[in-house]
């Protein structure tokens, strides 16, 4: 039995025996939120056969990111590594003109110890373009965490008062009431005004946003500055900006859903002692917007199999929703970073009145499995391999991955991931009618 009886969270580890896409697939949403970014992939086949494919049409619309697949040579060090990254960000700069180039290291690179964040400095000086490495391979990371590696090395190269690498950077304001704040995590442009707008409506101002739409406008990031993470994978990112640039983390739930919209705000706003106006209505005008989905889930159970971070929040939103949750799998779980989401979550199971999710870390797909047979929850959200074999026996399945790239933050945007939860639950509601006008009511 997967729920906890303890009236506390509890973590388990399984074998980490799970599907989940290579973190490398974060390109298709970074080279599209970077407008003058280039992302080379420094692979092999394998690297390329699951991007092409992982990507669907979007290949087809000569997107900025290319594998530099590796050969024989390169792997047998008979070729010069930086000889041949040199012609191919050569050709790279002449055809495209990026602002920057992001070479995103895989496993073969690791494991043949091809020493890319040594090589990157020279090349950088040498054809005067910034070479910035993520190390996003799946032998480290699962799915979402390679943005986490991408936006970390990024961090790195945000300007600051002693430092202005980018002509074009935004200067930093100062007539906010607050310190500056820094917003950390790559969303669509639209939802990224929406936050900020609500933001500025409690009088915050964001300062900027990593990343920004444009690599020459990175923010300023300047020590005792105060950054917030709008996304629960990105713990390597706070970690590098505490660490390395010195900034203060305010450790918030994540802004998923209409209750963790506020209680994100709220956190922003009691850091910087400004007391929140009109949010309570706020977040009950959006709750009673939501009534008719929230009708479909109510009382229904849900199972997340767990592959790409955000299934903590999805689960405390949909317990609030009125769900049961049996089981959160989740590939890594920084219990530090992820800690105030962690408190929502277990308000909201004991304010809910419901039993309190076990929390399986690196979870066992085929243990999931047996499980899920014992269960027979109403819901499993769940990956490809397993979202159609599950539908013929007869369990309703809604696919992960389109919960990273559906807007899913902010108020108005609860509504979309309800959307695709209740997705199977109408179209199965649907087919029933359909069954049944076509055999029981004729016949
Ligand atoms: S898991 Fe490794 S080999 Fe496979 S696609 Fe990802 S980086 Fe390439």
Known sequence: MTISNENKLTFECETGNYHTFCPI???????????D????????????????????????????????????????????????????????????????????????????????????????????????????NGLDYAFTQGEDTVLAAMAQRCPDNKNYPSKNAIEPTTDAIHPPLVLFGSLPDAVVQQLTYELSKQGITVQGWLPSTRYTELPFINEQYYVAGVNPFLSRTATTLMRRRKTKLIGAPFPIGPDGTRAWIEKICSVFNITPTKLDERESEVWSSLEN???????????????????????????????????????????????????????????????????????????????????????????????????????????????????????????????????????????????????????
């Not at 974060?26 to 599209?32: G, K, N, T």
């Not at 990111?65 to 047998?76: C, F, H, K, N, R």
Request: aromatic share 10%; with cysteine; hydrophobic share 40%.
């Open 25 to 35: 697939s974060c390109v298709s949403w970074l080279y599209q939120k970077i407008e």
């Open 37 to 136: 970014s280039f992302f080379l992939v420094i692979g092999t086949k394998t690297c390329g056969y699951f991007l092409q494919n992982a990507m669907g049409v979007m290949i087809f619309a000569e997107p900025r990111y290319a594998m530099a697949e590796l050969q024989e040579g390169d792997i047998s060090a008979q070729l010069n590594d930086y000889e041949e990254l040199k012609r191919l960000c050569l050709q790279i700069k002449k055809d495209r003109s990026p602002s920057v180039i992001f070479w995103i290291g895989t496993c073969t690179t690791e494991i043949i110890k091809m020493d890319l964040e040594g090589i990157a400095p020279k090349l950088e000086a040498d054809i005067d373009i910034p070479i910035i490495v993520a190390r996003a």
């Open 293 to 443: 989905y929230l009708e479909l889930v109510r009382g229904k159970s849900v199972f997340f199999m767990g592959d790409n971070l955000l299934e903590i929040s999805l689960a405390r939103f949909l317990i609030r929703c009125g769900m049961t949750v049996y089981e959160i799998g989740i590939p890594y779980m920084d219990k530090r970073y992820q800690g105030a989401e962690l408190l929502l979550l277990e308000k909201t199971c004991r304010e809910m009145n419901v039993p309190i999710p076990k929390i399986i870390e690196k979870p066992d797909n085929y243990n999931q499995l047996d499980r899920i047979r014992d269960l027979q929850p109403d819901l499993v959200i769940t990956g490809m391999a397993h979202a159609n074999p599950l539908e013929a026996r007869g369990i309703n399945t809604k696919w992960s991955v389109e919960f990273t790239f559906a807007p899913i933050h902010g108020f108005s945007n609860a509504k979309d991931i309800l959307e695709l939860v209740t997705r199977p639950l109408r179209r199965n509601l649907n087919l029933n009618e359909v069954s049944s006008e076509m055999y029981s009511s004729r016949y």
